[in-house]
């Protein structure tokens, strides 16, 4: 069992919890995910490693509150215990300089970004990043990316913060002023398709990682299954990182929403207990 020893919020429905995971947070690299569970009858969710901290043996997890588990491990304490958690899982990103990197991250997507993008500055790399919410208090993570990005780009939908407009209006502003070898994209599905459709235009190489419904994380279920470039790849063991170019996203989105109605009901069930 893994205990919680600090909880922040981040905004309304988003949580950061530090967790000891001695072994975990030793082998972890960006990119990587662990799977968890609240308790012996939870369900198991992927949730990317935002951090770690080897020297007092911790993990970062940020969780975005939309369902029954997220909720359950938004509501946990400090001294509260996960009831198991597996990782580091999946591959890690391909760390290397190139020149400039374009980090680009939507909502809760900043969190798993948060890692990679600090990998690359820490590889040599100019270092841009574009951050989209649907408001201001949504915005996550905007002073720790700029406490080493070259420079932090705000897009909000309701432009109550930084420039109005969704992330793709940020992205293609810095596409037309300067040469960029790199793009890395995390967030929901749909943004993550825009980003890709924007930077094949641009002949930008583009890296998404995707967080599909996923169970065993072994590559065994098959419930994370997406095509890439036309063959079926497994998103937690033959990723969770693709080639943004190669993604069958309409397929995806609608294997994402498979279980919708089952999951509508759980939380409904779920809220009920809590009143």
Avoid: W
């Amino acid at each position: 069992m893994n205990r919680i020893v600090a909880k922040e919020f981040l905004s309304e429905n988003v949580v950061k919890l530090i967790v000891e995971a001695p072994a975990v947070s030793q082998k972890q690299n960006p990119g990587q995910f662990v799977i968890v569970r609240t308790d012996d009858k939870g369900e198991r969710i992927p949730l990317t490693i935002a951090d770690a901290d080897k020297k007092n043996g911790t993990i970062t997890l940020i969780i975005q509150r939309v369902g029954t588990t997220s909720h359950k491990l938004c509501n946990m304490h400090p001294g509260d215990f996960l009831h198991d958690l597996s990782g580091p899982l999946g591959r890690p990103t391909h760390i290397e300089k190139l020149g400039t990197v374009l980090a680009c991250g939507g909502g809760v997507g900043i969190a798993p970004l948060f890692p990679i993008a600090r990998a690359f500055k820490e590889a040599g790399n100019r270092l841009i990043t574009v951050l989209g919410a649907r408001n201001r208090e949504l915005l996550i993570l905007e002073k720790e990316m700029g406490a080493f990005a070259d420079e932090v780009i705000v897009m909000t939908d309701d432009g109550s913060y930084g420039k109005k407009g969704v992330i793709t209006v940020g992205i293609e502003e810095v596409l037309k002023r300067e040469s960029v070898q790199l793009a890395v994209a995390i967030g929901p599905a749909i943004m993550m398709k825009f980003v890709a459709l924007l930077t094949k235009k641009y002949d930008i190489p583009t890296i998404v990682s995707l967080n599909t419904i996923m169970v065993d994380g072994t590559g065994m279920c098959g419930a994370c299954r997406v095509s890439v470039g036309g063959k079926t790849k497994f998103v937690c063991v033959d990723g969770p990182e693709f080639d943004a170019h190669e993604i069958d996203y309409d397929e995806m989105i609608k294997r994402l929403s498979t279980y919708k109605e089952e999951e509508k009901a759980s939380y409904d069930g779920y809220l009920k207990t809590l009143s």
